[in-house]
């Protein structure tokens, strides 16, 4: 997959509109509803980060023999990020799928009157939602077989989170590394 350079500009410019849609939804939920969200978004985020190198290991999704032809290039430690990589958007998503279909099954159909507090730490709950999903984007957009996502990153809005996501391949890599030795 590649990114086209010319329009860099107007990704920047839907993610800032998706992040205010984010913010906007959050505070019409409240509080209490937000906060759920937010709470199982950090779990999941968590639990993906932390069973994806394990998954990575006992289960690669790539091998050197697939037939993709960057994948033949790549040596064993890199085919292991790709497969941790693989492995934390397959549970990140599967997760979220999760949590959305217990949530709507077990939503109240009664509508309740929120206060203007409720609403405003709503809104600050997404807030955090936003800054959480700009963090999995970040990741997913380092990903190697994205071409010039780098390159968007560090011109994007979202090069705020180049320290986290660091931190994050750092702790894959260091994993990786103990698994081989």
Known sequence: MSL???YFLYYDLALMVLGFIIVYVAYRKGFARQLGDVLTLIATMVISILA???LASEIPLMTAS???EIIKLLQNSALQ????????????????ILYRIVAFSLRSKKKTVLSF?????????GIV?????????????????IQYG???LNQSVLRAWDPAIDSMIDYWEGWIHHETE
């Open 4 to 6: 086209d350079t010319r």
């Open 52 to 54: 994806s190198p394990f």
């Open 66 to 68: 697939s037939e993709i």
């Open 81 to 96: 990020i790709v497969n941790t990589f693989l492995w934390f958007l397959i549970l990140f998503l599967a997760l979220r």
């Open 117 to 125: 507090t409720n609403h405003l730490l709503g809104l600050v709950l």
């Open 129 to 145: 939602k936003v800054f959480l999903l700009g963090a999995v984007l970040s990741l997913i957009l380092r990903f190697p077989l």
């Open 150 to 152: 780098d390159v968007y």
